[in-house]
């Protein structure tokens, strides 16, 4: 189980900033942001290695699950 942020929402931000850089901004003006949205992602393969059951509630909660 990872909880991790979200990449495409990363890159978005990353496109930004180098927008902001090539525009040749003052480093004063520039705007950063925290990223907020974050996913969890579960593997069941590994977690049935590791003898791990998931609860199905914890599976419905999940961004995205590896089988």
Do not use: C
């Not at 901004?25 to 996913?39: D, P, T, V």
């Amino acid at each position: 189980m990872a909880y991790g942020i979200n990449n495409i929402d990363m890159f978005l931000r990353a496109a930004g900033y180098i927008d902001q850089i090539l525009k040749a901004q003052s480093q004063a003006r520039y705007q950063f942001y925290q990223l907020i949205k974050f996913e969890p992602v579960i593997n069941l393969k590994t977690a049935k290695t590791l003898g791990l059951e998931i609860p199905p509630k914890v599976l419905t909660l999940a961004d995205e699950v590896i089988e």
